[in-house]
């Protein structure tokens, strides 16, 4: 079992559409969670960072991490082609330090 | 803030020869580098760790004799894939840890755009 799951997709929405991201784990020792976008042949481009349970919003993007259930959920509201790309969670014990990421899973926004 | 070059982009090489791949970090000192590899469509395979001034620490499996990193100064690493092999060929990419605040979040990584290798 890998210490870090998430469904690689591809997920298909229309423009407009709420799109909802997710990872599980299953080490309870992390306790930074990140997600990054990463669009083809580019280095992954960080979006959210959240430290422990709880929720943050930046714009369109929300990161939700529940350390009790060892899940964490990114939301995009109002979504746009230009956010088709591949979507990483990644986490950490420490911050800074070793990164555990997830497959990633493929987003497609259709006009 | 927190821009992470990489160079060069691309690079075609014949098979034998040597390969140095540069990670900078632009607009802040990074004394933590992280070199990762990527096939196509699977995700980000950390291959070593490497602290300004002092030795790379290699994941498991990672030749530290093929795979040569130099971290010289707190903004710059080097990655020199020696005696490439088509099996090499990958997709290559740093990150660099930040050590305080910034727009994005407090002490994390960030990562250059990534050096795509083909060997031949």
């Known amino acids: 079992q890998k210490e870090v799951e998430q469904d690689p997709g591809p997920l298909s929405v229309p423009e407009g559409a709420i799109v909802s991201l997710n990872c599980t784990y299953s080490n309870s020792a992390f306790q930074y969670f990140m997600w990054y976008r990463q669009y083809s042949r580019k280095g992954p481009e960080l979006l959210m960072y959240t430290y422990s349970s709880g929720n943050k919003e930046d714009g369109r993007f929300t990161a939700q991490v529940d350390k009790s259930s060892k899940y964490i959920s990114l939301f995009i509201r109002d979504s746009q082609p230009s956010d088709s790309a591949t979507y990483l969670c990644a986490m950490s014990y420490n911050a800074g330090n070793m990164l555990t990421f997830g497959g990633g899973t493929r987003l497609m926004v259709k006009p | 803030g927190a821009v992470v070059s990489q160079h060069p982009s691309w690079v075609i090489c014949k098979s034998g020869t040597s390969v140095k791949i540069e990670c900078r970090s632009l607009d802040f000192q990074a004394t933590t580098m992280f070199w990762y590899r990527q096939f196509p469509k699977q995700s980000l395979m950390l291959m070593a760790t490497s602290n300004e001034g002092s030795k790379a620490t290699y994941e498991q499996g990672v030749e530290k004799d093929k795979f040569l990193i130099n971290h010289a100064s707190l903004t710059l690493s080097t990655l020199t894939v020696t005696s490439a092999h088509p099996e090499d060929s990958s997709f290559y990419i740093c990150?660099?840890?930040?050590?305080?605040?910034?727009?994005?979040?407090?002490?994390?990584?960030?990562f250059g755009p990534g050096t795509r290798l083909t060997v031949l």
């Open positions: 990150s660099a840890r930040t050590s305080g605040s910034t727009q994005r979040g407090t002490d994390t990584q960030y």
